[in-house]
C-alpha cells in the first residue's frame, strides 16, 4: 500500500510540472493567436487523457450539468415515494372521491335531523297521550273514596258518627278520609259544616297547624254554622302552636267581639291574658 500511495504521489507531482510547464510555454506564444478559453481546454483534455478519460466520457458529462443540492433532494424524494405534503397536488380522482365523501356525509346528515324530527314528534304524542290518561284518571273516582251521591240522605248521620268514632280513637287520617267523603257526598248536609270543622280538629291533633287553620276558615263559608264559635277559638289555638302571638291575639279578640256568648269566651280570655 505505502508504494502505490508513493507512485500516487510521484505521479501527481509530475502532472502538475507537465502543466506548468505546458502553461508557460503557452504563455509565450500568446502572439501565436490561441485564446486563453482555447488554453484552458487543451490543458483539460491533456489532463483527462493523462487520467485515462475519453473525450466520449468527458462529453457525456458535459451533457448532464449538476443540479442544485435542494432540487436533488426533491428528486430523491420523488424516487423513494416521499413527495412532501404542501407540494403534492391532488388527482381529479382524489377531488371526485372527497366529493362523493362530502355528499354522503350531508346524507347522513339530513337522514339523522328527519330521525330527530320524527323522535320530537313522538314525544310531542306520547306528552299528549300522558296528559290525556292523567286528566281522565284526575276525573275518575279513587277506589274506595266516596263521590257526590255514593252516601245516601240515610246513611249520611251513620257515617258522620264512625268519623267521629275514628277521630276518637285517634285515627286521624282514616277519620279525615270519612268527613272529607261526606262532603264530596253532598256540601248542604246539616252535618257537612261540622264534617269540615272535625277535619280540621284531625289536622290539629296530627300538629299541621297550617292546614288547621284552611279547614277551620272554611267552616265559616257554611251558613247559620252551629261551629263558627269553636273554629274561632281553635284559629286562635293554632297560632298560639306556630309562636304567632299577634295572630292569636287577634282571632281570641275577635272571638270576644262576634261570639260574646260562646262557652269559649272564658277560655279566650285566658289565652289573651298570657299573650
Given at each position: 500500500?505505502?508504494?502505490?500511495?508513493?507512485?500516487?504521489?510521484?505521479?501527481?507531482?509530475?502532472?502538475?510540472?507537465?502543466?506548468?510547464?505546458?502553461?508557460?510555454?503557452?504563455?509565450?506564444?500568446?502572439?501565436?493567436?490561441?485564446?486563453?478559453?482555447?488554453?484552458?481546454?487543451?490543458?483539460?483534455?491533456?489532463?483527462?487523457?493523462?487520467?485515462?478519460?475519453?473525450?466520449?466520457?468527458?462529453?457525456?458529462?458535459?451533457?448532464?450539468?449538476?443540479?442544485?443540492k435542494q432540487e436533488d433532494d426533491k428528486l430523491?424524494?420523488?424516487?423513494?415515494?416521499?413527495?412532501?405534503?404542501?407540494?403534492?397536488?391532488?388527482?381529479?380522482?382524489?377531488?371526485?372521491?372527497?366529493?362523493?365523501?362530502?355528499a354522503s356525509l350531508k346524507s347522513q346528515i339530513?337522514?339523522?335531523?328527519?330521525?330527530?324530527?320524527?323522535?320530537?314528534?313522538?314525544?310531542?304524542?306520547?306528552?299528549?297521550?300522558?296528559?290525556?290518561?292523567?286528566?281522565?284518571?284526575?276525573?275518575?273516582?279513587?277506589?274506595?273514596?266516596?263521590?257526590?251521591?255514593?252516601?245516601?240522605?240515610?246513611?249520611?248521620?251513620?257515617?258522620?258518627?264512625?268519623?267521629?268514632?275514628?277521630?276518637?280513637?285517634?285515627?286521624?287520617?282514616?277519620?279525615?278520609?270519612?268527613?272529607?267523603?261526606?262532603?264530596?257526598?253532598?256540601?248542604?248536609?246539616?252535618?257537612?259544616?261540622?264534617?269540615?270543622?272535625?277535619?280540621?280538629?284531625?289536622?290539629?291533633?296530627?300538629?299541621?297547624?297550617?292546614?288547621?287553620?284552611?279547614?277551620?276558615?272554611?267552616?265559616?263559608?257554611?251558613?247559620?254554622?252551629?261551629?263558627?264559635?269553636a273554629a274561632q277559638f281553635k284559629l286562635g289555638?293554632?297560632?298560639?302552636?306556630?309562636?304567632?302571638?299577634?295572630?292569636?291575639?287577634?282571632?281570641?279578640?275577635?272571638?270576644?267581639?262576634?261570639?260574646?256568648?260562646?262557652?269559649?269566651?272564658?277560655?279566650?280570655?285566658?289565652?289573651?291574658?298570657?299573650?
Amino acid at each position: 500500500m505505502f508504494y502505490k500511495f508513493l507512485i500516487f504521489c510521484l505521479s501527481f507531482i509530475f502532472l502538475t510540472v507537465m502543466i506548468s510547464s505546458c502553461g508557460s510555454s503557452r504563455q509565450d506564444d500568446d502572439m501565436s493567436g490561441i485564446d486563453e478559453d482555447t488554453a484552458k481546454q487543451q490543458e483539460l483534455d491533456e489532463i483527462e487523457a493523462l487520467l485515462g478519460i475519453t473525450p466520449e466520457e468527458s462529453a457525456q458529462r458535459a451533457e448532464k450539468p449538476g443540479k442544485p443540492k435542494q432540487e436533488d433532494d426533491k428528486l430523491g424524494l420523488l424516487g423513494a415515494g416521499m413527495v412532501p405534503m404542501e407540494e403534492e397536488a391532488a388527482s381529479p380522482e382524489q377531488m371526485q372521491n372527497a366529493e362523493k365523501e362530502i355528499a354522503s356525509l350531508k346524507s347522513q346528515i339530513e337522514k339523522k335531523d328527519l330521525l330527530i324530527n320524527d323522535l320530537k314528534s313522538q314525544v310531542r304524542a306520547q306528552s299528549e297521550q300522558i296528559y290525556q290518561l292523567e286528566s281522565q284518571k284526575q276525573s275518575q273516582p279513587v277506589r274506595g273514596a266516596v263521590t257526590v251521591g255514593d252516601v245516601p240522605p240515610g246513611e249520611y248521620q251513620s257515617r258522620y258518627q264512625e268519623g267521629l268514632d275514628l277521630f276518637h280513637g285517634h285515627q286521624y287520617r282514616d277519620a279525615i278520609q270519612i268527613f272529607e267523603s261526606l262532603l264530596a257526598s253532598s256540601a248542604n248536609n246539616s252535618l257537612s259544616d261540622n264534617a269540615q270543622y272535625w277535619i280540621g280538629e284531625c289536622h290539629y291533633a296530627l300538629r299541621e297547624y297550617k292546614k288547621a287553620i284552611i279547614d277551620f276558615e272554611k267552616v265559616f263559608t257554611f251558613p247559620k254554622s252551629n261551629k263558627n264559635d269553636a273554629a274561632q277559638f281553635k284559629l286562635g289555638l293554632c297560632y298560639v302552636r306556630l309562636g304567632d302571638g299577634n295572630k292569636a291575639r287577634d282571632e281570641f279578640q275577635r272571638l270576644l267581639d262576634v261570639y260574646p256568648n260562646s262557652d269559649y269566651v272564658a277560655r279566650a280570655r285566658e289565652h289573651l291574658a298570657e299573650l
